[in-house]
């Protein structure tokens, strides 16, 4: 999962959104736009949230996505010398 990419989309979906509410209180709409807007506005800050947590545990993100290799064979540190 790429993180930066997923991330991108989100702020861009909130963007495009925001944008559809206008063009909605626009036409006339405007029940469909405020609704609108109260939801993205909870996506954005959602959203800032989520990289809020991104933020504070990249090494934790980093082992996720990259395991550590896992080798099969002798454990040599349980070899008597």
């Known amino acids: 999962m790429n993180i930066d990419s997923t991330m991108l989309a989100i702020y861009l979906a909130h963007e495009q959104l925001t944008n559809l509410a206008e063009q909605l209180e626009q036409q006339g709409f405007s029940m469909a736009a405020a609704e609108l807007v109260r939801e993205t506005k909870a996506l954005g800050r959602q959203a800032m949230q989520i990289e809020g ?11 996720a996505q990259n395991p550590a290799p896992c080798w099969l064979g002798i454990d040599f540190a349980k070899v008597p010398a």
């Open 53 to 63: 947590v991104l933020g504070d545990y990249p090494t934790e993100i980093a082992a």
